[in-house]
């Protein structure tokens, strides 16, 4: 089983800047096998939506929204992988969740995993 824990989240003024982190641990094939990590997020009243992710090979993609002013990264283990959220706006008050993706089995079909999420709130 893995387990996807954040932190990090808070509240902050507009302009400023948070880091969230999440680190993966469990046992068994799912957490080794984990090749794609990101973030999610959703805002009261809207669906999840895609922040950023990273794969064990350092490709990211980032939502257009937050593009120039999230970084997503990773330890060298893949264990943990971060997201440095700068200029922050009030649009980007959310819960954000980490999320990772892997197969139970080597030839199984690939599971989602989610954290609890972390609060992010922008003051204007």
């Known amino acids: 089983q893995v387990q996807l824990e954040e932190s990090g989240g808070g509240l902050v003024q507009a302009g400023g800047s948070l880091k969230l982190s999440c680190v993966k641990s469990?046992?068994?094939?799912?957490?080794?096998?984990?090749?794609?990590m990101g973030w999610y997020r959703q805002a009261p009243g809207k669906q999840r939506e895609l922040v950023a992710t990273?794969?064990?090979?350092?490709?990211?993609t980032y939502a257009a929204s937050v593009k120039g002013r999230f970084t997503i990264s990773s330890d060298n283990a893949y264990s943990t992988i971060y997201l440095q959220m700068n200029s922050l706006k009030p649009e980007d008050t959310a819960v954000y969740y980490c999320?990772?993706?892997?197969?139970?089995?080597?030839?199984?079909?690939?599971?989602?995993?989610w954290g609890q999420g972390t609060q992010v709130t922008v003051s204007s």
């Open positions: 469990g046992s068994g094939y799912s957490v080794a096998a984990m090749e794609d």
């Open positions: 990273i794969t064990t090979r350092g490709a990211t």
């Open positions: 999320n990772g993706r892997a197969p139970q089995t080597p030839f199984g079909a690939v599971s989602a995993y």
